[in-house]
């Protein structure tokens, strides 16, 4: 088991590296994360949903990612709810005090009957917790910490992270906070994030295990790598532009904004340099602005309406800038977003940026499965891959789609890929709206649409022929578990 004595302690990362060094050494390896709150959702291949990070965590151990190793995962709406996905199903939207009342039972009940099919299954099992599992007030009700520790015996990784300061108080008060039974399972802490000198830090990790009788069993360095993010808190660390950047590509940062780990791939590209924009933001002349993913996409489109970021994508794109939609991005990008049930607030009828000619129904039924098409844009006959998370229902008529530039002058839009569900492309490839998650995992796609906006700023197009980012991700968990392996003992674990 890993916890960790904050969010963003470093769990996701310490449990991925943790699978991959696990798998390496020959043992056939599942993670786990009984309860997950994110709205950076993977499909697996069943059509369930998961958290993004146990899906690496799963590609990190070798393995499909199932719905076993993600049971419980709660998608926050902003509004005091949250959608709760059972099994990869969604079940229900409930506040948390409700939640609580009537899930708690169904929800432990579950975890326990996945962690009894994963132990069947896999040789080793690496549990990852949830913020921390010391928070007094919400211990009777914790599904994701030390309850699981105890119901599997596991010997457990306690993490902090020492780059935000007061990280021998946060492992002192967590383990003073934890009941006797739990504090007895925590073997090990590790300091992660560390920046310096191990010499100069020898005497506090001396003074914490004389003082806690746990050894400090890892100090990890703070490792200067893009990693897939949990949350979007990751957002406000990444790193600023590239030295050799060519291309400048904005990100809306909605307040909902969900998968933005489709995003990796472009910032892995050497010359384009990905920044992302709070809609008060001047939106300023990148060379391409993408709407992401959003749980609600209403709220969000009405946060972009009021803050005057929604006419400042409007005006780019009259200027022939190019725009990029994906799920409530696209949905944001047609006329307008019909929610006739109120299943994301207040029932309605909204305009959005009438970028493209489509109208969205949001509906009761959620669609989530994974898909593999051919592309007509921007280079035809590439195999791209990706899934699918909307409730929205995306209607047009490609033989009369058309959207108005200017008087007089009218561009039709077609289909992006041979299903025209899919999404589509205006006929200056300017406007671009897709519902398929991990679009830029797909090498050659990706390079070929990177290339359209090279060729608008006059620059010399670079190589199509490249791996898909499944094949960079490798590279880097491999090169992550090398990393951590060098500065974690889990002699005592294994």
């Known amino acids: 088991m890993v916890v960790g004595t904050t969010s963003h302690a470093g769990k996701s990362l310490i449990t991925t590296a943790i699978c991959r060094i696990l798998s390496r050494r020959g043992l056939r390896v599942s993670p786990f994360k009984g309860q997950n709150m994110a709205l950076n959702a993977y499909v697996t291949a069943s ?5 993004y990070a146990q899906a690496v965590q799963a590609w990190a151990a070798g393995v499909a990612p199932s719905v076993e190793m993600n049971p419980i995962l709660l998608k926050p709406q902003g509004d005091m709810t949250s959608q709760i996905i059972l099994k990869g199903k969604a079940i229900g939207t409930v506040s948390a005090t409700d939640y609580y009342e009537q899930y708690f039972e169904l929800g432990w009940q579950t975890i326990k009957e996945c962690l009894q099919y994963l132990s069947t299954e896999f040789d080793a099992l690496v549990c990852e917790g949830a913020g921390s599992p010391a928070e007094i007030n919400l211990k009777h009700r914790d599904l994701a910490n030390m309850r699981v520790a105890k119901h599997l015996n596991a010997p457990t990784l306690l993490v ?9 108080a946060h492992v002192v008060g967590t383990l003073e906070l934890l009941d006797p039974d739990e504090r007895a399972l925590i073997k090990g802490v590790v300091i992660n994030k560390f920046r310096g000198q191990r010499s100069i830090l020898e005497p506090g990790i001396k003074w914490l295990e004389e003082r806690t009788g746990i050894p400090v069993v890892g100090v990890i360095p703070y490792l200067d790598q893009v990693f897939p993010a949990e949350d979007s808190l990751d957002l406000l660390e990444r790193k600023p532009a590239k030295a050799n950047s060519e291309l400048n590509i904005a990100v809306i ?3 909902r904004i969900a998968n933005f780990t489709d995003f990796d791939p472009l910032e892995s590209e ?12 001047d939106l300023g002349h990148p060379d391409a602005v993408i709407i992401p993913g959003t749980k609600t996409t209403i709220a969000d489109l009405n946060v972009l309406q009021k803050s ?29 977003i019909a929610d006739p049930e109120g299943m994301e607030g207040q029932a309605g009828k909204y305009q959005a940026l009438n970028l493209l000619p489509v109208k969205t129904v949001i509906t009761g039924q959620k669609i989530a499965r994974q898909r593999q098409v051919t592309s007509n844009y921007p280079q035809a006959g590439l195999p791209v891959s990706g899934f699918e998370i909307h409730q929205g229902r995306t209607v047009s008529n490609i033989a009369s789609l058309s959207r108005v530039e200017n008087p007089g002058e009218q561009k039709s839009c077609q289909p992006l890929f041979d299903d025209a569900n899919l999404g589509l492309v205006d006929s200056c490839q300017s406007i671009w709206g897709t519902y398929l998650h991990g679009i830029f995992d797909n090498g050659p796609w990706r390079r070929a649409w990177v290339n359209r906006l090279r060729q608008q700023r006059g620059l010399k197009s670079l190589p199509t022929g490249v791996a898909n980012y499944r094949e960079q991700r490798e590279q880097i968990l491999d090169a992550l578990a090398t990393q951590i392996e060098e500065h974690l003992d889990l002699t005592s674990f294994i």
């Open 308 to 336: 005057g970021m929604a006419e400042a994508i409007q005006n780019y794109a009259a200027s022939g800038g190019t725009v990029l939609g994906i799920c409530g991005g696209f949905q944001m990008l047609g006329q307008t």
């Open 270 to 281: 050497p010359s384009v340099t990905v920044k992302y924009l709070h809609p008060k933001q």
């Open 253 to 255: 940062r909605l307040p």
């Open 160 to 168: 902090v992270d020492i780059d935000r300061g007061g990280a021998f």
């Open 47 to 51: 059509g369930g949903e998961i958290g």
